[in-house]
């Protein structure tokens, strides 16, 4: 069963830091593009974060650069995202998504070219 689990999530105050886990299983996670999505009640899923699977080269969505980081670690199946001065507009459902030996483009910003997505972890950001 090849499965996405994403941890971490929780309340913070405004400029506070949280960094979420995406475990995966079921597959060689070095063979996969993986990226960080979030979501907000009525808004559109938004791209944050993506890592390519070959390279490790990354891309970050315009609203959290310079504040989040995304990593992986391959021998553990994980990829992180490390969230820093965080703000009341970053609450959202956070989800990771991975597709197969995805390459670069403007594709890895896009969720119709990820398959295998998580559930998704709640982050609040509030005072």
């Known amino acids: 069963q090849m499965q996405l689990v994403e941890s971490g999530g929780g309340s913070v105050q405004p400029g506070g830091s949280l960094t979420l886990d995406c475990a995966a299983s079921?597959?060689?996670?070095?063979?996969?593009?993986v990226a960080w999505f979030r979501q907000a009640p009525g808004k559109e899923r938004e791209f944050v974060a993506t890592i390519q699977w070959n390279n490790g080269d990354t891309y970050y969505g315009d609203s959290v650069t310079g504040r989040f980081t995304i990593s992986r670690d391959n021998a553990q199946n994980r990829v992180y995202l490390t969230m820093n001065n965080l703000k009341p507009e970053d609450t959202a459902v956070y989800s990771c998504a991975a597709e197969l030996k995805m390459s670069g483009g403007d594709g890895l910003r896009s969720p119709v070219y990820y398959d295998l997505w998580g559930q998704g972890t709640q982050v609040t950001v509030s005072s």
């Open positions: 079921g597959l060689q996670f070095s063979d996969y593009t």
